[in-house]
């Protein structure tokens, strides 16, 4: 999973294996690790209760929840991502395509790219 923070905006992409986690209803977490023993977490997972997406900070953590309906149908379809608005904070969680600039095998896990058929 890849994280992008810019201003009051979270953009996620998700590979093919993280998207199927989510959509058995595993969490995908991933951690920016620092000197002294600190992280930055970030989380995605898909919640019954969450009627849009969600963004929370918490404990060195951004934890993101997806509406469980919204990501059995992302996942399962064309839609390459699932975007809302909470409060200030923008989010956007998205499916991550191999890069057409870059050798495909190091991107085994990437969804294939559209605009590289």
Same mark, same amino acid.
């Given at each position: 999973? &890849?994280?992008?923070?810019?201003?009051? /905006?979270?953009?996620?992409r998700?590979?093919? %294996?993280? #998207?199927? *986690?989510?959509?058995? @209803? %595993?969490?995908?977490?991933?951690?920016?690790?620092?000197p @002294?023993?600190?992280?930055?977490?970030?989380? #995605?997972?898909? /919640?019954?209760?969450?009627? /849009? =997406?969600?963004?929370?900070?918490?404990?060195?953590?951004?934890?993101? /929840?997806? =509406?469980?309906?919204? #990501? &059995?149908?992302?996942?399962? %379809?064309?839609?390459? @991502?699932?975007? %809302?608005? *909470? !409060?200030?904070?923008?989010?956007?969680?998205? &499916? *991550?395509?191999?890069?057409?600039?870059?050798? !495909?095998?190091?991107?085994? *896990?990437?969804?294939?790219?559209?605009?590289?058929?």
């Open positions: 999973m &890849k994280l992008r923070i810019q201003d009051d /905006s979270l953009r996620l998700l590979t093919r %294996g993280e #998207v199927e *986690d989510l959509n058995r @209803g %595993g969490a995908v977490e991933r951690a920016v690790h620092f @002294g023993g600190r992280a930055l977490q970030y989380i #995605v997972t898909g /919640s019954a209760a969450a009627a /849009s =997406p969600r963004a929370a900070y918490s404990g060195d953590a951004i934890r993101v /929840s997806l =509406p469980e309906t919204r #990501v &059995k149908a992302w996942a399962a %379809g064309d839609e390459v @991502g699932i975007e %809302g608005q *909470d !409060g200030p904070v923008r989010i956007l969680v998205e &499916k *991550d395509f191999e890069c057409l600039h870059r050798d !495909g095998a190091a991107q085994p *896990d990437a969804f294939p790219n559209p605009q590289g058929q």
